[in-house]
């Protein structure tokens, strides 16, 4: 079983569609992330939740809403989507933020073309 | 501001050995973190450093120095599957990651 899994793998939309991504974790973490890597490689937090709790909400377009219907799941929702959305969005999850040490496990990414 | 650096692509030859240098700038240090990531993949964990010195795990070493603020990634015996992206993170303070924008580390035969 994937630890981290996030569907859809690839997603291609067009400019203005509200659109989902869905991100589950079977590791029993507390703490999950959306990450957006550019095409320059950077990988950016986006947002953190922690037992379902807002931990780290970066500066991001309001536009992105994540939702945290329980601590294994981060589910990543954007409106009125833009050409430079297009990205690869990552979710992870980790045992405890707070940690030092705190190894992140990444799923395998969501491929979001806007056209 | 916090900032990781480290360049931005290496080239090396297969059986080699390669160093991937990471230097940081961070309010506080909870420890840095080596990850892996092939083209079209996610990262995957590599290393973890708190402390100053040398952490060995087969083929591959990661080195801390804190009090200069630098981190490097040893990669001995080097094979074709090692070409990859190479990131350095660091947890500052907050817990958060800082991430780098990774090396490019490309083998050739």
């Known amino acids: 079983d994937t630890a981290v899994s996030q569907t859809p793998k690839y997603l291609v939309t067009q400019m203005g569609n509200d659109k989902s991504i869905k991100c589950e974790q079977n590791?029993?973490?507390?703490?999950m992330y959306w990450y957006k890597q550019d095409s320059k490689k950077f990988l950016k937090i986006m947002f953190s939740?922690?037992?379902?709790?807002?931990?780290i909400n970066e500066t991001v377009p309001n536009r992105f809403s994540p939702k945290s219907p329980d601590k294994a799941h981060l589910n990543l929702h954007i409106n009125s989507l833009e050409l430079g959305d297009s990205a690869v969005y990552f979710c992870?999850?980790?045992?405890?933020?707070?940690?030092?040490?705190?190894?992140?496990?990444f799923g395998e990414g969501s491929w979001l073309t806007v056209v | 501001g916090q900032n990781i650096d480290q360049p931005t692509e290496m080239t090396a030859t297969e059986g080699a050995i390669v160093q991937i240098n990471c230097t940081y700038q961070?309010?506080?240090?909870?420890?840095l973190f080596w990850y892996q990531q092939h083209a079209g993949e996610a990262p995957t964990f590599l290393s973890y450093n708190v402390l100053d010195g040398l952490e060995e795990k087969g083929r591959f070493s990661s080195f801390l120095s804190r009090s200069k603020g630098y981190s490097y990634l040893l990669l001995k015996e080097l094979q074709m599957k090692d070409s990859a992206s190479y990131l350095c993170a660091v947890m500052d303070s907050n817990y958060q990651l800082i991430w780098g924008a990774g090396t490019k580390l490309i083998i050739k035969p």
């Open positions: 590791l029993g973490h507390d703490t």
């Open positions: 961070t309010s506080g240090f909870n420890g």
């Open positions: 992870a999850s980790s045992q405890d933020w707070t940690e030092s040490g705190n190894t992140i496990y």
């Open positions: 939740y922690n037992n379902k709790e807002l931990i």
